[in-house]
């Protein structure tokens, strides 16, 4: 079974500052997708950015970033300039590939918290 | 706003009761998912839904049960409600088109939070 795990509970970062966030995930499949979400307080799930498995290149999406290490199963995400909106959990996602594209399995979270 | 609808949003109810929980998809999606967010086993994915067909189980109690309508709008269903059953339930939408052979993106409703007395 595919499972998602995010060993940091809880991350603080500097306004303006860059910070990383950890997934590590593990799989026996060859076709898969990979997720960063964001849960704000208004609990709202919000899809930050996604990787594919068979891309080598990182996503990027403005000021997010992935480092997407496949032999090794790790996928952190780095939020550069860090601004107070980006304080909410976030959440390491896997979802298997091809035609059915099924469930999501998520990791645990990791808070992270922004200081002006 | 995702365009995935749930109702209601919050939901307070007694042990032994009976809920039922909606959630309307994106207009155009015929695949609906069921999660359950709570503080003890994080975010998981209980059941889905795909074109009024039951797709894939995931850890969902025998004490729930869901459906997928005609219109697409699907129901989650939860009795003889335990304490622990206090969680945010979401739903979410995604086409699904096995010709597309494309990523589709789940989106996820707003979710209703339960809390069981």
């Known amino acids: 079974a595919q499972t998602v795990t995010q060993s940091q509970p809880e991350m603080s970062v500097q306004e303006a500052e860059t910070v990383t966030l950890s997934c590590t995930y593990d799989?026996?499949?060859?076709?898969?997708?990979l997720f960063w979400y964001k849960q704000p307080p208004s609990r709202q799930m919000i899809l930050v950015i996604r990787?594919?498995?068979?891309?080598?290149q990182n996503a990027t999406e403005n000021r997010f970033s992935v480092n997407f290490q496949k032999a090794a199963k790790s996928f952190s995400l780095k939020i550069s300039d860090s601004q107070l909106g980006d304080a909410a959990m976030y959440f390491c996602?896997?979802?298997?590939?091809?035609?059915?594209?099924?469930?999501?399995?998520f990791g645990k979270g990791t808070k992270l918290s922004v200081k002006p | 706003d995702s365009g995935v609808t749930q109702t209601p949003k919050h939901l307070i109810t007694a042990t032994g009761q009976r809920v039922t929980l909606r959630c309307s998809p994106r207009?155009?999606?015929?695949?609906v998912y069921w999660y359950q967010q709570s503080l003890d086993q994080g975010l998981q994915f209980l059941i889905q839904?795909?074109?009024?067909?039951?797709?894939a189980k995931g850890n969902i109690l025998e004490r729930f049960s869901a459906q997928q309508f005609p219109d697409l709008h699907s129901e989650l269903n939860l009795s003889s409600l335990e304490l622990g059953d206090s969680a945010l339930y979401f739903c979410?939408?995604?086409?699904?088109?096995?010709?597309?052979?494309?990523?589709?993106?789940?989106?996820f409703g707003p979710g209703t939070r339960l809390t069981v007395l």
């Open positions: 979410a939408s995604s086409v699904v088109d096995r010709l597309a052979g494309a990523y589709n993106e789940q989106f």
């Open positions: 799989t026996s499949e060859s076709d898969y997708y």
């Open positions: 990787q594919e498995a068979y891309k080598q």
């Open positions: 996602a896997y979802r298997r590939g091809g035609g059915s594209q099924g469930n999501l399995i």
């Open positions: 207009s155009g999606d015929l695949s």
């Open positions: 839904y795909y074109n009024g067909e039951e797709r």
